[in-house]
Nanobody, 120 residues
Framework: QVQLVESGGALVQAGVSLRLSCVASGRIVSINTMGWYRQAPGKQRELVAT???????NYADSVKGRFTISRENAKNTLYLQMNSLTSDDTAVYYC??????????????WGQGTLVTVSS
């Protein structure tokens, strides 16, 4: 089993910054792509940002220039620095990780989500 635990969600005012973290644990051999997704009330889950194992990021247009994704491979940890938050960023944020577990099988794991609420 591979577990992902997110943290850092909060109720904040528009314009402030927030950093989310996600720690992966379990019988992990490798973590390839990691990413953040979000789901706002009444909407489908959408991509926020992903990062490859070597650190190449990819962002949704809606967060480019405001959000920064990063990872610490030695700690199996993923981060999302969110600046200039707006009410449109209100959502449950989910961490995703893909890779290989002990035994050689692949995994595609999701965290339970952390709620970010931005008040205007």
């Amino acid at each position: 089993q591979v577990q992902l635990v997110e943290s850092g969600g909060a109720l904040v005012q528009a314009g402030v910054s927030l950093r989310l973290s996600c720690v992966a644990s379990g019988r992990i051999v490798s973590i390839n792509t990691m990413g953040w997704y979000r789901q706002a009330p009444g909407k489908q889950r959408e991509l926020v940002a992903t990062i490859s194992s070597c650190g190449t990021p990819n962002y949704a247009d809606s967060v480019k220039g405001r959000f920064t994704i990063s990872r610490e491979n030695a700690k199996n940890t993923l981060y999302l620095q969110m600046n200039s938050l707006t009410s449109d960023d209100t959502a449950v944020y989910y961490c995703n990780a893909q890779g290989r577990r002990v035994g050689g099988t692949s995994y595609d794991a999701w965290g339970q989500g952390t709620l970010v609420t931005v008040s205007s």
